[in-house]
Antibody, heavy 119, light 108 residues
Framework: QVQLQESGPGLVKPSQTLSLTCTVS??????????WSWIRQPPGKGLEWIGY???????YYNPSLKSRVTISVDRSKNQFSLKLSSVTAADTAVYYC???????????WGQGTLVTVSS | SYVLTQPPSVSVAPGKTARITCGGN??????VHWYQQKPGQAPVLVIY???DRPSGIPERFSGSNSGNTATLTISRVEAGDEADYYC???????????FGGGTKLTVL
């Protein structure tokens, strides 16, 4: 079955750009009607949708983050990526990647990776 | 933007029925999805499209959605059901995904 795994630096300095990659295994990122998604969870808090990308490259972003977010896809590597610019301590969170059904649910999710913003 | 409201906590004795609500303006017109998240783990989809269960999810988990409230019902609650539960919708008017604030289920 499809599995997702996040990777990237666990520590980012304030004002810099957070970069994460999600590797998809057990299925092609180009097959099916799925949106490949990023969701985050600050420590002790709830879930926040960041955005997602269709394999064609179409993207949808959370309006509150839209000015700082870029999600891209690399079909040759079966990966999709997140870039979040000008980070602050408020961006400290566990970042999850997930497969999303069109305008619907998210399943499965990656295990998540903690990114801390600190100097 | 669309807002989903969940109670912060629900407590239930083992073997009883837990009901976790998710309130939103005319939420009955939207499809609601529910996730279970245990400490240190990623969320897991337990109900989709209001009341469908993914394979592997026990029949004890069920969902309903009408009017301004969607409900996740867990029958015959077990200690292993203790977790945070989140509802989620897709707000088609703005192409935006919304999560509820989450409910901590405590099994007494």
């Amino acid at each position: 079955q499809v599995q997702l795994q996040e990777s990237g630096p666990g520590l980012v300095k304030p004002s810099q750009t957070l970069s994460l990659t999600c590797t998809v295994s057990g299925g092609s990122i180009s097959s099916g009607s799925y949106y490949w998604s990023w969701i985050r969870q600050p420590p002790g808090k709830g879930l926040e949708w960041i955005g997602y990308i269709y394999h064609s490259g179409s993207t949808y972003y959370n309006p509150s983050l839209k000015s700082r977010v870029t999600i891209s896809v690399d079909r040759s590597k079966n990966q999709f990526s997140l870039k979040l610019s000008s980070v602050t301590a408020a961006d400290t969170a566990v970042y999850y990647c997930a497969r999303g059904a069109v305008a619907a649910w998210f399943d499965p999710w990656g295990q998540g990776t903690l990114v801390t913003v600190s100097s | 933007s669309y807002v989903l409201t969940q109670p912060p906590s629900v407590s239930v004795a083992p073997g009883k029925t837990a009901r976790i609500t998710c309130g939103g303006n005319n939420i009955g017109s939207k499809s609601v999805h529910w996730y279970q998240q245990k400490p240190g783990q990623a969320p897991v989809l337990v109900i989709y499209y209001d009341s469908d269960r993914p394979s592997g999810i026990p029949e004890r988990f069920s969902g309903s959605n009408s009017g301004n409230t969607a409900t996740l019902t867990i029958s015959r609650v077990e200690a292993g059901d203790e977790a945070d539960y989140y509802c989620q919708v897709w707000d088609s008017s703005s192409d935006y995904v919304v999560f509820g604030g989450g409910t901590k289920l405590t099994v007494l």
